[in-house]
């Protein structure tokens, strides 16, 4: 409740309403909601409104009601009585209690109640407010405090099914494992007897709240004092929430799934865990939604383990330096902007210029290299989700992938948790010392999640009208991404975030947050796409901050002057475009540029093996493919591999054996080719 609010409250206490007075006239209230429409009208006068409280309230609330119409407050009745009775409980060292039930309490029984709490909780008093809930289908549920004590059938019947189904998922697992029905059959039947003998003494006392509020995803709830940040907790109808906002008199909670069945007054319950995802080697081949449920048709994902979905990254002792190539098989990327196993790469460009290309590209690539990979989809078209794993099968990279989709339809708190999620599996696959590449597609529509999210929470806008902690938002997220050493596994987390620009506007809030996160960036043109470039990499705007640490020796040699010989060769373009005659070397070095550019087209999904790499770029860089006509290379390339793979497997063996250029070795290379060419 904000200042003006508490201040009202003050002035309604100087009043000296009883609490019996006010719960009826909340009643009222509550009763007669034509009532409260007409007194928060504007064009009802003050004498008339007087006349509808004379007639409808006792004596001594005139005043009181009164005192809300002029203050504007109709349409919060229900919070304003509430903190007034909760003003006056705290004044008078008294408690607040609320009970559901069915069948209502005799009057010994209210006593003994009454009793119950004030020895519970040390008060003086006790202020009890009885509601009749049949959903609970018999024996009741008190709230106190903060802490729910829940007798009722509901909830004894939930946990009977919960053990049940628990018991027979081991029935049936054991049934798997031995071929045949275990023969502890009657375990069974001695479960069941026990759940129903045990049946009307489950009960618990839980640290409980009740919604205030409740609209497009999001539950304002009031109590759970102790709640954490980020915990998952559970509302009466089974559906989970995430805390996001902790303030002084109440907690912001997202839901992850329907509201509907809840209203204002439902219960929520703490589980006392974050929200975590369950992990297994199962889940590679899936595809999951944000809560790590098989959204594929395929069945059941038995979880070995359960990782938070928030989760401290490595510290500085913790890691190793990057030195590991991870092989994008694209030309462009792999000899000039490498990536190393446990860097963070960026993937930047306008829309349609073909970033998640370059992505699954280098997830097609890691086929045999032994490398885990998960492709996070974040506000994506189901369909294009769809096409993206039709096209992981087709080039047998689903067998060592997981798909998270947060799709477009999904709500905002799905799209928001979908990468956590994603490195939570991650981390699992890393924390057995396998090296693994994660792909956040794309981390704008995270933004813009977060930001939808957080305006409903009521958190303070700032530019653009992202909340202020957008930049902790993805820098969390990142820094899990390294290079554990030895003794803390050896497994690496190697991610590929993706952004999208407007027009090309790298300096824009949120490209600039995550550029100064990560250790490079792939800038991809959409000039160059249109132009006929693919890959459409910005030479001059990409970089990559591990450079040649995450480049074998014999990619480092061959790839050494390409990126200077590119950049001399762009500047003379521009300048020599209206020039009608050249020298021979601004010729030569034209040609060479034009030859380096269609050298590094690359088709899409045909990612190049290393030594592939390294013989063609050792072939440009030494003029041994400058007789051959442009529009030739492509085709030329092609059967010169073929004719290597066929001839020259010894010179390919050595290449990805050693992943040394030595002069003996280039000498070969140089031969076969001649040999080719002949």
Known sequence: MNNPDKEFIKELVRLDVSQEDAGEAKKIFEACGDVADTLANPLVTYDEKRNIISKLFPQSLHKFVMSIVRAGAVERTGDIFDEYISVLLENQGSI????????????????????????????????????????????????????????????????????????????????????????????????????????????????????????????????????????????????????????????????????????????????????????????????????????????????????????????????????????????????????????????????????????????????????????????????TVAQIVNTLKKYGAMDYTIVVSASASDPAPFQYIAPYSGTAMAEYFMSKGRDVLIVYDDLSKHAVAYRAMSLLLHRPPGREAYPGDVFYLHSRLLERSSRLDDEHGGGSLTALPIIETLAGDISAYIPTNVISITDGQIFLESELFNSGIRPAVNVGLSVSRVGGAAQTKAMKKVAGGLRVDLAQFKEMEIFTQFSSELDQSTTELLNHGHMLTELLKQPLYNPLPHYEQVILLYAAQNGLLKDIPLKEIREYCSELMSYIRSYGQDIIEEIEENKLLTDELAGRIERIITAFGE
Do not use: W
């Not at 119950?116 to 040390?122: E, G, N, P, R, T």
């Open 96 to 383: 607040r209690a609320v009970v559901r039930y069915v069948t209502p309490l005799t009057e010994s029984q209210q006593a003994d109640l009454r009793r119950f709490i004030m020895d519970k909780f040390v008060k003086e008093d006790v202020y009890i407010e009885y509601r009749h809930d049949p959903d609970i289908i018999g024996g009741f549920i008190l709230n106190a405090g903060d802490v729910e004590y829940d007798k009722s059938y509901r909830t004894s019947l939930r946990m009977m099914r919960e053990t049940l189904h628990s018991k027979a998922a081991e029935y049936v697992e054991g049934a798997e494992n031995e071929k045949k029905a275990p023969e502890g059959m009657g375990d069974i039947i001695s479960v069941l007897k026990t759940e129903v003998r045990d049946f009307d003494v489950k009960s618990g006392a839980t640290e409980t709240g009740f919604i205030t509020r409740l609209g497009d995803g999001i539950a304002r709830v009031h109590g759970m004092n102790s709640v954490m940040y980020g915990e998952l907790v559970e509302f009466e109808t089974g559906i989970r929430g995430i805390v996001q906002n902790i303030e002084e008199k109440s907690v912001g909670i997202v839901l992850l799934g329907d509201d509907y069945g809840l209203t204002e007054g439902s219960s929520v319950i703490r589980t006392g865990k974050r929200a975590g995802v369950g992990v297994s080697d199962e889940l590679l081949g899936r595809v999951v939604d944000a809560l790590g449920a098989p959204v594929d048709g395929l069945g059941n994902i038995r979880a070995e383990d359960y990782f938070p979905i928030e989760r401290e990254a490595p510290g500085v002792i913790e890691r190793k330096s990057v030195d590991t190539p991870l092989q994008t098989g694209i030309l462009a990327i792999d000899s000039m902007f490498p990536v190393g196993r446990g860097q963070r790469e960026l993937i930047i460009g306008d829309r349609q210029t073909g970033k998640t290309a370059v992505a699954i590209d280098t997830i097609i690539n890691q086929k045999g290299q032994d490398v885990i990979c998960v492709y996070v989809a974040i506000g994506q078209k189901s369909s």
